[in-house]
């Protein structure tokens, strides 16, 4: 008889959790978002989170979601977590994978999703739904075949101690 622990966590719960943990890396002000990519065997194969692409620094770049011109804003500068996350794999076979994300892709994350392979998305909010980009998104990865899911977890919550002994 085992005395195993029995309070652990699933493991979309772990692979949602990383991609919660990634977004933590965001500096956007308004939206931190994080994606996690994962094969079959449950191993991680790649992390990203919305920013600036490397090179571009964060401090020289606008984080408005609101300008004068397009220009003045960060929609055209800031690489999507979904994007960050297939870039970062640097060379690994995505095909068949499945990528955790805190926030439903957009029209164009969604091309990368299904040109890399990914079969199956996992989201944990989907607060822009009504919108084109996200309609178009949805539209493409059902006629790619590509599994849509919506996370679900019993817990809230997952706390992690920062300092030795806590």
Same mark, same amino acid.
């Given at each position: ?8 966590? !699933?493991? &979309? %719960? @772990? ?7 990634? $977004?933590?890396?965001? *500096?956007? =002000? ?26 571009? !620094?964060? &401090? %020289? @770049? ?7 011109? $397009?220009?003045?804003? *960060?929609? =055209? ?90």
């Amino acid at each position: 008889m085992s005395d195993k622990r029995q309070e652990y966590i !699933s493991w &979309d %719960e @772990y692979f949602m959790g990383v991609a919660q943990l990634a $977004a933590k890396r965001s *500096k956007d =002000p308004s939206t931190q978002v994080g994606a996690c990519i994962v094969d079959d065997s449950n191993r991680i194969l790649s992390t990203g989170y919305n920013g600036f692409p490397l090179g571009c !620094s964060d &401090d %020289e @770049y606008p984080w408005a979601r609101d300008g004068e011109e $397009a220009n003045a804003t *960060k929609y =055209p500068f800031v690489v999507h977590a979904e994007l960050n996350a297939i870039l970062n794999n640097r060379g690994k076979n995505l095909a068949g994978s499945r990528i955790y994300v805190a926030l439903f892709p957009c029209n164009e994350c969604a091309k990368a999703i299904i040109q890399a392979g990914i079969r199956e998305v996992v989201y944990l909010s989907d607060k822009y739904a009504a919108t084109p980009s996200t309609q178009a998104s949805k539209r493409m990865l059902a006629s790619a075949g590509v599994t849509v899911r919506k996370f679900t977890s019993k817990m809230d919550f997952i706390t992690l101690p920062m300092k030795e002994g806590k």
